[in-house]
């Protein structure tokens, strides 16, 4: 099992990343709570490539997504 350590230079390193734009986050879907059981199959299954996102209200991605995105903006109506 890894071990975590806590550490303000690589921290600070991440953070210097994510400012220039380079870190990417990549989703592999966007489920209601409704679809928390579809979630979790998939979850399950071993065939997911990117995170799940899950909210207790309908999300909208924006920009619209696209299966990877360098900036997350999640707005909730």
Do not use: C, N
């Amino acid at each position: 099992m890894p071990m975590v350590h806590p550490s303000g230079e690589q921290m600070a390193q991440l953070t210097q990343i994510a400012e220039e734009g380079k870190l990417k986050t990549y989703l592999d879907g966007v489920f209601s709570l409704q679809e928390a059981g579809r979630a979790h199959t998939l979850i399950e299954s071993g065939h997911v490539r990117g995170k799940l996102v899950s909210g207790t209200r309908e999300a909208q991605w924006w920009p619209p997504w696209k299966g990877e995105a360098t900036h997350s903006i999640w707005q909730f109506p």
